[in-house]
């Protein structure tokens, strides 16, 4: 379970793996998959075999042996990390950008939060750890087969208590009326977001907030013009991430005679063992920071609104 509503069953790195958890097995840094423990089951990769029964009683975060003497890491299977592993029915929004909708959101526990794109899963996961205990999230999706396929997600991550999925073009019929003036917060990933938004408007409590994910800036200026009749403080952000790695390298340093040190350096030998002019050389582990190469470039632009008071 990502999110247990029982505490007793409480995710945390002291809790151990019982039969019927779902782990996140870490091969490597770009290889993890979600597996769902069984007594008999048996993990099979490029590493060896590894048997579910000798992951049980270990604690999330343990290092574990296959019969070739590899190791794969059991981790606990959070938010984040569930977004780098599902199954990706439609393209999903990432870490840097659902942190994003979370905070300008301003969803807290206890929020009713509708969303309209249901696609993978990936910001629902998160919206549902925002509100627990008491809120709810309502997402809703035109294809039938997606959203059955994030039910079964929802059901094998445990949150469905806190997640309703239900089939419905919103684009073309708008949010159930059963809704009307009870949502905290309303979230869009439509092709054309502009005709959901009087929808919206009409789901929201005074001040609530609404926000639209778009890939294209076309669709910006359509949805901003929509929103301008009924919103407030309408801001679009496009959040660039650049991650950094950090490694550890061996670097070679000299020490320099005092004598030696206004003479220009002669060009070194290959194959010396020692530095240029006879110096002594060392080599000694420095960590090393530069960024990394797999940058994700543009995903698209969030645009939220408040809704007005009084209109």
Not at 73 to 78: E, H, M, Q, R, V
Not at 212 to 236: G, M, N, W, Y
Not at 244 to 263: A, P, T
Request: proline letters at 5%; aromatic letters at 8%.
């Amino acid at each position: 379970m990502i999110l247990p509503i029982d505490p007793a069953n409480k995710l945390s790195f002291k809790r151990c793996i019982k039969d019927g958890d779902l782990v996140i097995v870490y091969e490597r840094h770009d290889t993890m998959k979600a597996v769902k423990v069984s007594e008999d089951g048996v993990l099979q990769n490029r590493f060896g075999a590894f048997k579910h029964s000798e992951w049980i009683g270990k604690p999330f975060g343990s290092k574990v042996l296959s019969n070739k003497g590899s190791f794969v890491y059991l981790l606990a299977p959070t938010a984040e990390l569930w977004t780098l592993v599902l199954s990706h029915r439609t393209q999903i929004l990432y870490i840097a950008d659902i942190s994003f909708v979370v905070m300008y959101l301003e969803i807290v526990p206890g929020c009713l939060v509708l969303e309209s794109g249901t696609g993978s899963g990936s910001l629902t996961t998160s919206l549902a750890r925002a509100v627990v205990p008491t809120g709810h999230v309502y997402t809703f999706d035109f294809h039938e087969q997606r959203a059955a396929s994030a039910r079964e997600d929802f059901e094998k991550t445990g949150l469905s208590n806190l997640v309703t999925v239900g089939v419905r073009d919103i684009q073309g019929k708008g949010f159930p009326d059963e809704f009307c003036g009870r949502a905290d917060s309303v979230f869009l990933d439509l092709p054309q977001p502009w005709l959901a938004i009087p929808s919206a408007g009409k789901m929201l409590k005074p001040d609530g907030i609404l926000c639209s994910f778009s890939p294209c800036i076309e669709q910006v200026q359509r949805s901003s013009e929509a929103l301008k009749s009924h919103f407030t403080d309408i801001r679009t952000f496009e959040v660039l991430l650049r991650t950094y790695e950090v490694r550890q390298k061996i670097l070679e340093s000299c020490r320099v005679n005092e004598e030696d040190s206004n003479k220009p350096p002669p060009r070194k030998r290959q194959g010396s063992a020692e530095g240029s002019n006879g110096n002594e050389c060392s080599s000694s582990p420095t960590v090393v920071i530069r960024p990394s190469g797999e940058a994700r470039g543009h995903t698209g632009y969030l645009t939220f609104a408040r809704l007005k008071c009084f209109v």
